[in-house]
């Protein structure tokens, strides 16, 4: 029976079962439908992406049934801007690139039609299947509970019980505007709740990852999570060192860099998933240094408040936030043990970063701009004239300074030290030269500079005055 057919029979038969429709049920139970009209719910066809509504438009006109899905529909009707636009239709991956030529297929975990506009991609899945049904198309593949390979499609209402939360569970039909909610995913919006679809342990043991997407859902929709689903954090968290790197680097940038990184960290630690994700800086907070908490917690904070603002974020950066207090505590017992300074800095970043990047894939680009970032803290204390215009022409001078004002809960001498450095940078070249010692020298005393410079300004040559004019 062809995928068209096979999912509008599926419908009629979940509507004349309805013993069965149970949203708490195991996952190959028929999901309950309530079919929510245009005029019962606020999505407005002017927020969504005008290359979204190509592909949806053009899926229904070739006869296939397609939808706009997951967090997009959530996003919208909670009253919020979706970055991302996500399709679900019953046309396989074949026969979306027959529709589109700009079409690229990916993936094989998932399979999945990737339709390009410009900048913009559209990703377009097939309803997923349970692939329990006699003849189901396609192939699915578990290892020790684990989803390795799912390309089995299927109708809409398993595709919905596929679906990690209740909430990514809706589906905004093209043909008439409606809603479709198959799990009870409008009540949790309602509830400011995250649920899972299906018992929380199968399906993080499916994919681990889905712990961390919790906690992210959580602190970006300001949802509590449901006792349900984070009662196996604890037992299962582990199972987060078996996903792969790559994939946990992805999921970090969600987390960190999309605008709620300071709510999505303290998820993490209420969680204890943190020290799945980044071990070191567990570690190091659990040495109760409070001037570490406070860097990161400001550190957190500064990313979030500039993406509100519009203004670029780098990973390098809030990367070397998280990691400061194990390479600091590294690279500190490494010089009382008599190593030179240098050196201790520089295998401290060395150690840290590769102990990370078996985590979390941190791509070499952003651990060099970190190391340089730590290696430049202690420059900072070098208070000598070429010491200071070298480090001020450094092309990493003002991320490494930007870090050093986040250290200031450290002490108040890193706290003036971070003082001086900015009166140093607001002073002309030849003034601050002029100032500046060329041996010796202290650091961390703003006044110093002002100090030093005004003998400097005294020497300035002025203008002969004006001979009297001749009577």
Known sequence: MPLRRRAATAGQDTRKDPSRLNPEARNDARPA????????????RKNISKAALRVLYRLNEAGYDAYLVGGAVRDLL??????????????????VKKLFRNCRLIGRRFRLAHVVFGPEIIEVATFRGTGEEEGAEGERHIVDGRIVRDNVWGTIEEDALRRDFRVNAMYYDISDFSVRDY???????????????????TRYREDPVRMLRAARLGAKLGFTIDAAATAPFAELGSLLLEASPARLFDESLKMFLAGHGLKSFRMLEQCGLLQFLFPATARALKR??????????????????????????????????????????????????????????ARAAMQVVAEQCQRVAIPRRFTFTMEEIWSLQPRFEQIQRKRVLRLLAHPRFRAAFDFLLLRAHESPAIRELGQWWDHAQQLPHDTLAAALPTHGGGGGDSEWVAAAVAPARKRRRRKPAAKPKPA
Do not use: C, Y
């Open 33 to 44: 439908l309530r079919i929510i009209p245009r005029e019962q719910h606020t999505i407005s």
């Open 78 to 95: 909670l009253g919020g801007r979706p970055k991302d636009f996500d399709v679900a239709t019953n046309a396989t991956p074949d026969e």
């Open 288 to 345: 109760g240094d409070e001037a570490l908490r406070a860097l990161v917690e400001q550190g957190l904070a500064n990313t979030d408040e500039r993406v509100a603002e519009g203004k670029s974020v780098t990973p390098a950066f809030l990367f070397a936030v998280l990691l400061w207090g194990e390479v600091r505590d590294v690279a500190h017992q490494q010089i009382t043990r008599g190593k030179d300074a240098n050196e201790a800095w």
């Open 183 to 201: 799990v009870g995913g409008m009540r949790d919006l309602e509830d400011r709740v995250l649920r899972l679809i299906g018992e929380p342990a």
